[in-house]
């Protein structure tokens, strides 16, 4: 059984920073690609970022380009999401997942296999 657990979440102002980590147990960290989606009150999950294996192909939303960074350390087991100049509207449940098609940055939430239990992220105005 796979199991991922986030933490990091919080609440900061508009333009600031949090990161956001992700450790997993249970099975080989390096035999998935990782990503991280987010959830708004009403909204549907939505993708932010993902890293394959190797950290050697990364995929990000549009919206996040720029101001987010993915990131993995394979020898603890974990992946990272670095967040700079947050905005009210990234708002959210931050969720990590594993996705057993380790050679692509997959975007697709139905890609993704396993799931942790979310952080939240509150960004003020």
């Known amino acids: 059984q796979v199991q991922l657990v986030e933490s990091g979440g919080g609440a900061v102002q508009a333009g600031g920073s949090l990161r956001l980590s992700c450790t997993v147990s249970?099975?080989?960290?390096?035999?998935?690609?990782m990503g991280w989606f987010r959830q708004a009150p009403g909204k549907e999950r939505e993708f932010v970022a993902a890293i394959n294996w190797s950290g050697g192909s990364t995929n990000y939303a549009d919206s996040v380009k720029g101001r987010f960074t993915i990131s993995r350390d394979n020898a603890k087991n974990t992946v990272y999401l670095q967040m700079n100049s947050l905005k009210p509207e990234d708002t959210a449940v931050y969720y990590c997942?594993?996705?057993?098609?380790?050679?692509?940055?997959?975007?697709?939430?139905?890609?993704?296999?396993?799931w942790g239990q979310g952080t939240q992220v509150t960004v003020s105005s």
């Open positions: 997942a594993a996705s057993p098609l380790r050679g692509v940055a997959v975007t697709t939430r139905g890609m993704y296999h396993y």
């Open positions: 249970g099975r080989t960290f390096s035999s998935y690609t």
